[in-house]
């Protein structure tokens, strides 16, 4: 069954050769520099009323190693790697989807942040597990993170 695939796309190809230059039998481009971050150490910014606090899904969320805060006012910020300075981001849109997914977007001192999270359990009566996928990208590059994070 799987020759006779071959053979068919084969054919395909050979007999529409214009048909078949999409994006589907181009190779794809390389980013160019991946965006890496740093855990997020003794922010210099007090976090009043709640935050939310994200790290890679392969990071315990009891190290309090955090690599996306969100503060009460919607302002977020991340470490990058080779930096001592910290990005802040304002938050400019947040989106509720059909799946039970939230979207929320910031940008910032030339980043933007794709938020896209899911509300996984309740931990108590003020916070909640999520899980979902961080985006961070600027004019040279874009990065994705698989995340998990406590949102108070």
Same mark, same amino acid.
């Given at each position: 069954?799987?020759?006779?695939?071959?053979?068919?796309?084969?054919?395909?190809?050979?007999?529409?050769?214009?048909?078949?230059?999409?994006?589907?039998?181009?190779?794809?481009?390389?980013?160019?520099?991946?965006?890496?971050?740093?855990?997020?150490?003794?922010?210099?910014?007090?976090?009043?009323?709640?935050?939310?606090?994200?790290?890679? +899904?392969?990071? *315990? %969320?009891?190290?309090?190693?955090? $690599?996306?805060?969100?503060?009460?006012?919607? #302002? /977020? =910020?991340?470490?990058?790697?080779?930096?001592?300075?910290?990005?802040?981001?304002?938050?400019?849109?947040?989106?509720?989807?059909?799946?039970?997914?939230?979207?929320?977007?910031?940008?910032?001192?030339?980043?933007?942040?794709?938020?896209?999270?899911?509300?996984?359990?309740?931990?108590? +009566?003020?916070? *909640? %597990?999520?899980?979902?996928?961080? $985006?961070?990208?600027?004019?040279?590059?874009? #990065? /994705? =993170?698989?995340?998990?994070?406590?949102?108070?």
């Amino acid at each position: 069954m799987n020759l006779l695939l071959i053979y068919i796309v084969a054919i395909f190809q050979w007999l529409n050769p214009e048909e078949t230059k999409n994006k589907a039998f181009q190779p794809q481009q390389p980013i160019q520099s991946r965006i890496k971050l740093n855990y997020i150490k003794n922010p210099r910014i007090k976090i009043d009323g709640g935050g939310n606090y994200y790290t890679y +899904d392969t990071t *315990s %969320l009891d190290k309090k190693k955090h $690599i996306f805060v969100i503060s009460a006012s919607k #302002t /977020s =910020f991340i470490s990058l790697m080779n930096q001592s300075e910290y990005i802040y981001m304002e938050r400019s849109t947040k989106e509720d989807l059909t799946d039970g997914f939230i979207k929320e977007k910031f940008q910032g001192d030339g980043y933007t942040a794709i938020l896209k999270t899911k509300r996984v359990k309740s931990i108590n +009566d003020y916070s *909640s %597990l999520h899980e979902g996928t961080l $985006i961070i990208s600027n004019q040279k590059a874009s #990065t /994705s =993170f698989k995340v998990h994070g406590i949102v108070e």
